[in-house]
């Protein structure tokens, strides 16, 4: 969301960004470090073929 796209909801949104936290900020987070972790495990590039 960007500072333009808050300010319209800035009352209701700050007083529930104060209550429960940033929750969507925090999805996001969540989100990167599993895709981080998928990449990792999904990651071949180190496996060798024995020929």
């Given at each position: ?28 987070e ?22």
């Open positions: 969301m960007t500072a333009t796209d808050k300010a319209g909801f800035a009352p209701i949104y700050d007083s529930l960004v104060a209550e429960q936290g940033d929750v969507p900020a925090e999805t996001r969540a989100a990167e470090e599993i895709r981080r972790e998928a990449a990792e495990a999904l990651d071949w590039s180190t496996v060798r073929r024995d020929d």
